[in-house]
């Protein structure tokens, strides 16, 4: 993104391929509308911005689609401490820290800045504006909830005030671009908040702290009422960030029911968003009045073409979105060191995304021949790139099925999507013209019959010396991924990575009695997991009471107990400061613990033993190989290694 709020040719062309593959409409990602110094604002400059906007415009419009630019009043809590909200409220990411209420004069430049903005938009070519947002507990939607908005001027206390702010900023619009400018709202039917920093999860019962259903209806009809065009709607807050950004955990289509309830109220179209990417089911809550619109973020992100795909019936093609957010959510928050920014956005099974213009496929003139060593992941992607390179390609797998760890990786069954990305990536092989060879294992003499070699033989499971661990009873998390068949109550995981989270939350939600060890103080030590993955596991493990010891360690498993080893430590309180009169300082105790199972997770060790067999200028190590990390990982160092082979 350009200072000016506007895209690069680069972050346009991400938007141009969506039209081309199919897209109806296309929202924009949000642009800052407050010139705040540190960040890309239209009011930075408002003739540049419709300048360069109009090479988007253009763009989608040759492809017969439409394009809605978002622009947003940002975050209010959910930013820096100390940015504007509507009142003195705790930050999301620090609540130590409090952010400053908004004035009156702010308020008021914010609702002209919007107007202006969008003219700007208009004046490029630019559709229509959604505004960003009434929605996941951002600036505008903190001032609609009572919980968050604690003014006593005409900005706050009846609901009729708390809307007065999205309403003035629609009104603007409209007398600023015209009555007939569309102007969308970002929408949050439900918040699905507890308390701050709490977020509700599926199926279980709270007292609503953010915006009901009741009011919702109410608050819907006022704002088509003041002259908002469309809305796009989820549900969720920053509190409860894994309702509008659902990761796996979360059910499939997990709003359509709310947003369905709005719809009855309004007569303006309606979307729906949030892990929704089943056309079927699309096409009927459509034919059956529930919604308007079908709405997808990631899906496009993984796969371009997917409402082309859509159209022509051709579902096993579609490359589906994993609910990951490594390479979006994520990434987008993740410094850039060379560019002193923040990365751009992609995808963790799609490098093209936002890349489209840098990393095309294209044919060889030398065509060679390969021979890939490893069905995973890594080693199928791999494999693709190359035979769409024109490459000549051996694929040796020495088990009878591709895959590789990601199989019992995509075994529980809330992984659908990574069962369906195994699936396409076979059918990749059949439609590339990989060769595979199944059950076959690549000798270090079979190398003088290929001009390349890609080692991706992965990794293999760390194992534990402790005492009693050579029992049946003792079993390592890929076998019990593969097998899913822990028939006892008492379960204790050790490794609290994120496999072995999912572990307990699977096995806890199936009515066992589940007990995580983790050595270090922290769990889900992940590098790029995502706030909203993590919270959102915490949160189901704790629904599902799991219980999970920090800072410990099994000593000895004997007699159906493992004997585990807590160390604690003089922990601060919140302020960094003594937690108590009198302070312990280290101390260690050792609990025995019920465990009719015991499952280890703790981590992989990588296979480099044919690399250094074979090693030489023509011979390429990739993926797990490398060092064990995650499907991103593998996927992106395959893609970038073979694009240009």
Avoid at 149 to 161: F, I, P, V
Wanted: charged share 25%; hydrophobic share 35%.
């Amino acid at each position: 993104m350009n200072n000016d709020g506007s895209y690069s040719k680069d972050g346009a062309d991400y938007y141009i391929e969506r039209a081309k593959g199919g897209t109806g409409l296309i929202i924009t990602g949000l642009v800052p509308l407050p010139p705040l110094g540190h960040l890309p604002s239209i009011m930075n400059d408002l003739e540049s911005y419709t300048k360069n906007m109009k090479y988007l415009a253009d763009g989608v419009h040759q492809y017969g689609s439409k394009v809605f630019v978002m622009i947003s009043a940002l975050t209010g809590r959910a930013g820096s401490v100390g940015e504007p909200a509507p009142s003195a409220l705790p930050n999301v990411w620090d609540p130590r820290g409090l952010q400053t209420e908004m004035t009156k004069e702010q308020i008021h430049m914010y609702v002209k800045w919007f107007g202006m903005g969008a003219k700007a938009a208009k004046d490029a070519g630019i559709d229509g504006v959604e505004i960003h947002a009434v929605h996941e507990g951002y600036l505008l939607d903190q001032f609609t909830i009572s919980a968050f908005n604690k003014r006593t001027d005409e900005y706050g206390g009846s609901l009729e005030n708390r809307l007065r702010f999205p309403i003035e900023i629609v009104q603007e619009i409209k007398k600023t671009c015209g009555k007939d400018f569309p102007v969308s709202l970002r929408y949050s039917v439900v918040s699905k908040t507890k308390a701050f920093n709490r977020g509700a999860v599926p199926g279980e019962e709270f007292k609503e702290f953010g915006r009901d259903m009741e009011e919702s209806r109410k608050v819907v009809k006022m704002l088509e009422e003041a002259g908002y065009d469309m809305l796009d709607c989820d549900n969720g807050t920053y509190d409860a960030w894994y309702w509008p950004h659902p990761p796996v955990y979360m059910p499939k289509a997990l709003n359509l029911a709310d947003v369905a309830e709005i719809k009855k109220e309004v007569n303006i179209p309606v979307i729906c968003a949030g892990r929704f990417d089943d056309p079927d089911l699309a096409d009927e809550s459509i034919a059956q009045g529930k919604i308007d619109m079908m709405g997808m973020g990631r899906p496009l992100l993984a796969d371009p073409d997917l409402a082309n795909k859509f159209k022509e019936k051709r579902l096993d093609d579609i490359r589906p979105c994993i609910s990951c957010h490594f390479g979006c959510l994520s990434r987008i928050f993740q410094p850039d060191y060379e560019t002193k920014a923040t990365k751009d956005i992609s995808c963790a099974i799609n490098p093209r995304c936002g890349q489209e213009n840098h990393y095309n496929i294209e044919k060889t003139n030398t065509p060679m021949k390969v021979a890939v060593v490893g069905g995973g992941i890594a080693g199928m992607e791999a494999a693709r790139v190359c035979a769409l390179r024109g490459h000549e390609v051996d694929l040796y797998e020495k088990s009878n099925q591709l895959g590789g760890v990601f199989i019992p990786a995509a075994s529980f069954d809330f992984k659908d999507d990574d069962r369906r990305l195994i699936r396409w990536y076979r059918k990749q092989m059949v439609d590339t013209g990989v060769n595979v060879k199944l059950n076959t294992e690549f000798k270090p003499e079979n190398k003088q019959s290929y001009d390349k070699v890609i080692v991706a033989t992965g990794a293999h499971e760390r194992r534990l010396d402790v005492p009693g661990f050579d029992c049946e009873n003792v079993r390592y998390a890929v076998d019990v991924l593969n097998n899913q068949n822990i028939m006892d109550q008492n379960v204790v995981i050790i490794g609290a990575g994120l496999t072995g989270c999912e572990l307990a939350y699977d096995l806890a939600r199936k009515n066992k009695k589940v007990t995580v060890v983790e050595q270090l103080p922290t769990i889900m030590n992940v590098e790029g997991l995502n706030a909203a993955n993590y919270n959102c596991l915490l949160d189901l493990m704790e629904y599902y009471k799991v219980d999970i010891l920090k800072n410990s360690k099994v000593l000895k498993y004997e007699d159906g107990k493992a004997y585990v080893e807590t160390t604690t430590y003089n922990e601060p309180n919140i302020k960094d400061r003594a937690i108590s009169q009198s302070l312990q300082g280290i101390h260690k105790t050792v609990k025995p613990i019920e465990a009719d199972t015991v499952i280890v997770s703790v981590g992989y060790i990588s296979n480099q033993d044919l690399y250094n067999e074979i090693k030489d200028d023509n011979v390429i190590l990739l993926g797990d190989a490398v060092k064990p990390a995650n499907l991103m990982s593998a996927i992106w160092d395959a893609f970038k290694a073979c694009y240009k082979l």
